[in-house]
């Protein structure tokens, strides 16, 4: 299953790539010119079984400053472009990158931040035991708008179920998803919450 998943991978990422080719250039020159050099955010991904890896998108963020050399919060940095390539999802078009180097697959769970790997559950662990993906199961039913719970519980799911009619209703889904810009951000927030899961239990038990 594992390299029929491989050749889906390649057989879309790299038209796909192609065609995307001309608008990363453009992008690349409006991010330096609006936000600043460098055009690329780079940074450490858990990827299959957790092995880091280095995931390429496009800046959307500056890299604002206080006083003490700590950086803005992100409602800050974001500035209203870098919200339209977030909105359009056109700052993930880097990653078709990481889908032909074989770190990631056009579907699977997303990959998050490397400082959660110690604090996830052995049950959410397991969204690991796949590669990560540009797009996915938990991405079509909510992305940014759901709960850390109802994100791993999508995530897992694909886990247990993937197969390649599944990775094509997904993708097709996430078409209409961004062309309709739903579940970009987490109510209140200009990006996802941080994952923390003792502050979502205390959460729950005032809730409760």
């Avoid at 192609?18 to 330096?32: S, T, W």
Wanted: proline fraction near 6%.
């Amino acid at each position: 299953m594992k390299y029929k998943k491989r050749i889906f991978d390649l057989l879309l990422c790299f038209p796909a790539f192609i065609l995307a080719l001309p608008l990363m250039v453009v992008i690349g020159i409006l991010v330096k010119i609006k936000i600043g050099p460098p055009i690329f955010f780079k940074q450490k991904r858990p990827g299959l079984h957790g092995k880091p890896f280095t995931i390429y998108k496009f800046r959307t963020m500056t890299e604002q400053r206080d006083t003490n050399g700590r950086l803005l919060v992100d409602s800050r940095r974001l500035l209203s472009f870098g919200k339209i390539l977030r909105s359009t999802s056109l700052d993930e078009l880097p990653e078709l990158f990481n889908v032909f180097k074989g770190d990631m697959s056009l579907v699977g769970p997303r990959p998050l931040l490397m400082q959660y790997l110690d604090r996830y559950m052995p049950e959410q662990m397991r969204r690991h035991d796949v590669k990560p993906g540009i797009t996915g199961w938990s991405q079509v039913h909510g992305r940014n708008a759901i709960s850390w719970d109802e994100k791993f519980k999508y995530d897992i799911w694909y886990v247990d179920n993937y197969n390649l009619l599944l990775d094509v209703k997904i993708s097709l889904i996430t078409i209409s998803k961004i062309v309709k810009r739903e579940g970009i951000a987490h109510f209140g927030q200009a990006t996802m919450e941080e994952f923390n899961p003792q502050i979502t239990q205390i959460t729950q038990i005032k809730n409760g």
